[in-house]
């Protein structure tokens, strides 16, 4: 593979950009006004493009890092009468998913495309857009081993970590799974800290106690910075992301058992309450605003 396509450059896709033109890959992107700026991009050697069509002809492999399983639909499939890639790439080409969204999504896209000759494989992405910079985010993998394999060298110069799942659809789903895993800690040390904050627990008290105890870990680790210095780059993960990724939790659930049988019934999952403080939080903060900012909306209200 030489040539590579990517539509997405935001936070996360912008940095993969850069790794896959330092990696020396030709590389072409989407023009898109939710993009970064993507001037050292096109220093670089990239080239950007209006039209999707030309985007994803001439590539040997296509890369999609956007927000959902709309906004997937909409590259594949086109919007407003114009055509996706379905209707304007090649037989033979790749298209790797890197968007976080529904599995029984994913495995109907790759049927399709298939008929047409392009072969899909999700790879679901982990950690936040300061390892997307650094060459050093971990990859879930779903899909064919040969396919992977033809891609590895892409997915080399973007990630530290890389996991087979399992077939298509396999790696959004783990990546669900994680996620919820992830921001469920997150729903619990942001309201940790805000109602230690105020009970009138000293900060750093509190950060010594959960640092050291059994709140410490990856997730604490991108809280602490906020709670100490109001830094928000250290964990850029939007709440409007989290509220969506959780939504896809509880449809997966709902999904993979409908009826009242354990474990499938939304009534015996914690999702729904974790969902529902994030929900509360983007309300009352915003889209953009960062999951660290629980903890001081839990804050204001316990104090009332």
Known sequence: ????????????????????????????????????????????????H????????????LIICVTGSAEVEEVIYGTD??????????????????STGLPQDTCRR???????????????????PKEAREGRLNLILGGEAEVLARALPVMDSI??????AGPVGMGQEAKLIHNFVSLGFSAILGEAAGRAEAAGIDRQVFLELIGKGGGGGVVFDRFRPYLEHGDKDAFRFSLANAVKDLGYVEEMITNASPDSSPGGNLGDSLTPAVLGLMAAARAALGDDAPIPEVAGLVTSRVKG
């Open 1 to 48: 593979m030489k040539t590579i396509s990517i539509i997405g450059l935001g936070l996360m896709g912008h940095g993969m950009a850069r790794n896959i033109l330092k990696a020396g890959f030709r590389l072409k992107g989407l023009a898109h006004h939710g993009n970064q700026n993507c001037d050292d991009l096109i220093a670089g050697g990239a080239t950007l």
């Open 81 to 98: 009468g114009k055509g996706g890639i379905k209707a304007h790439a090649a037989s033979g080409l790749v298209v790797m998913d890197c």
């Open 110 to 128: 790759a049927r399709d495309l298939a008929a047409s000759g392009i072969t899909l494989f999700d790879a679901a992405m982990t950690r936040t």
């Open 159 to 164: 990630a530290e970590t890389i996991t087979h």
């Open 50 to 61: 209006d039209d999707l069509a030309d985007v994803a002809r001439g590539c040997d492999l």
